[in-house]
């Protein structure tokens, strides 16, 4: 299971991005949050069973950065920031024609449609860590409900498009993404000096 949420005071396009987050990753699910605090939605995901809170924090009333946390086993009851996805831009599914809503997926592949490029590979291996997610053979890999495709975007490191493989039209939020953090495996890209700094106005 996964915990989408967002950081203090969310923007209305925050919170529609949620939604439409929550609907593509596996088993996830959307959490207000309120005052809480980042230890207490280490102790929500323990009560839950989740393995990944993703907090969506916000730039000038946009959805500015994905911070993803993993709850660490006990003794130690905190939540560990594993990654770090800073976006130049999103699209919702209601802003990209002939899109669709998904409902309910319980599986998520990823693909790259691009040339060979050791950031794209590196930055599939961060996608499937972070979202629960494995490598699809195909856009349309019919293994899945739903495939995060890696696309490349001149103005960032790539573009994020999520697929449903029943219908093969975009679903989900489109992420543009501009600096990518993986303190797990150490992997980061950037486009521009300053790109990868978190856009963050509250955790």
Known sequence: ????????????????????????????????????????????????????????TVWKGNPGALRVYEPLEPPRTELSLIARITMRGVKLSRE???AQRAFGANSLG????????????????TLSRIFLARMALTRDDKDFDVVAVI???PEGVAEITFICTGTGRV???TLRVAGVED???????HKARGAGRARDESY
């Open 1 to 56: 299971m996964i915990i989408v949420t967002t950081s203090h005071r969310p923007s209305q396009r925050a919170r529609s991005f949620v939604k439409d987050l929550v609907s593509v990753l596996p088993s996830a699910i959307k959490l207000a949050r309120g005052k809480a605090t980042l230890n207490d939605l280490y102790y929500e995901a323990v009560a839950r069973g989740a393995k990944r809170v993703v907090v969506v």
């Open 171 to 173: 679903c989900g939020p």
């Open 96 to 98: 990209s024609p002939g």
């Open 151 to 153: 696309r490349p975007y």
């Open 110 to 125: 990823v693909y790259i449609d691009a040339p060979p490029s050791q950031t794209f590979f590196n930055l599939a291996d």
């Open 183 to 189: 303190f797990v495996s150490g992997f980061s890209a």
